[in-house]
């Protein structure tokens, strides 16, 4: 558990801040200039609010009488330019961590190397790396030093598409394999719904919305805050049996959807990305359609938003789904509160287990 | 060799690597240390600090000389001082030759080495710390290896520049052949001297030499270091 509650005056920017994230990876979100980075730097110690009550675990880090120093906060950081140190190799990148790590019975090298790939780098300089390999490197070597919380800073952004869907699988494996409560800072919605159980949203140096994802990214309020082409809900769905086609049956409180490519085995729990902009509404039966990805839903609320759209909330059993439609869809439909829809899923993507 | 040099040519020689060595050896720990103060540290009296470390450069070297002759001279508060707890007598000494050196070179060493300091990436320290890396390992560890060409570029800057020094030399040390005459007063007294040119000459030749060797030695293994920090392959 990491508990944070800050205050820290920049030059024409108010940074407060307060969140309590569970273990798990907890999402810190928010568009450049937020304040993700700094609390994140707060966190690590390498900045010092002027007030500021942060516990990792119950061990206080900073109060008002006390500031641990960075090197004894035990928090690994996963910097955004991964900050490797030029002039050692691989493994003396890992060793230079695991001399503080050891000390405290941290994880052995060969086990952080298989389980982020490293093994054929090790003697290796960083010089030539490529982004995806520096970045497994920089979460390695955090990993290394024991850690009691890890920070990821937009372990993303100096990564292309391919290169961060090399990484995901990692964090993935890094937050089932070890207890250990993670802050992701991002403002890639897609990692962080993929990643994220928990949300801390911020805007202008404050938190805007704090909870579990699933609630938050269902919520039409923050679809703003999101972005209209990237908000969208996340639901709960079970793996089922692949047909003879390719298409895998994944079971949701909204009825079937059908999936392709590669998907956890049959009998899982996974997550579904449902992003609004790909969502359509009809009313009635529909036939002669191509769309196989159809749920019924009822309508809970709408909420205009921009100009001409409307965000409707719609309810699967116990869930919730975001679509974005035209106010003037919304009007010829007849939406309101209670009635049955049926969504059309045009695109839906697994968001991790 | 020997019959080309002259053994008082050879004194001078040995006499100024000797002062030089010790200058550059003894001024290197505390340069480093006020070269990290001034690149890292922000505090009252940062100018104050840097403004004494230059004034060396500033001064004339002979005003230099004569404010060492006066601090470090027999009756000088840090003269008496040395000499009657550690029996250390520095004024018209060779050691005292390398104590003018390491002063007259102290602006340059650490100029050189601020700069590498500077050039430092401070993230990487940052990162080092939150492995748990505490401040002196976190400076022996990245900060002095990463900055190691401009250490030794301004190791070898301070050698040279000790080597060459003559007027603070000759004001603390004066000039006493076999014992405090270095390559530029040995020049300087040649030149006093009639016919006293050839020598002269001599010693201007292995000034030369020596001033060549040092540099393309030390541009050598800058190159070397440089190559490996940037970036291990």
Redesign the interface.
Known sequence: MIEVDLAHDFPGFALRVGFAAPSGITALFGPSGSGKSSVALALAGLLRPNRAVIRLGGRVLQDETTFLPPQARRIGVVFQDHRLFPHLTVKQNLDYARRFGTARGGAPLAEVADLLGLSALLDRGTADLSGGERARVAIGRALMSDPAALILDEPFAALDAPRRAEILPYLETLRDRYGLPMLLISHALGEVARLARTLVVLQAGKVAAFGRAEALLSDPSLVQIFGTGEAGALIAAVVGARAADGLTEVTTAGGPVFLAGALPVQGSAIRLRIRAQDVMLAVGQIGGISALNLLTAEVEALAPEGEAGMIVVLRLGEERLLARVTRRSADALGLAPGLRVQAILKTVALAGG | MTDWLAPSDWQALILSLKVASLATLASLPFGIWIAWILARKSFPGHDILNGLVHLPLILPPVATGYLLLIAFGKHGWAGAFLHEHFGIVLAFRWTGAALAGAVMAFPLLVRAIRLAFEAV?P??E??????????MTVFF??SL??ALPGVLAGAVMGFAKAMGEFGATITFVANIPGQTQTLPTAIYTALAVPGGETQAARLVGISVLFAMLALILSEMLARRLAA??????
């Open positions: 990436d993230g990487l940052a990162a080092a710390a939150t492995l748990g890396a505490g401040r560890s990245v290896p990463l490996r920090i940037r970036g291990r392959r």
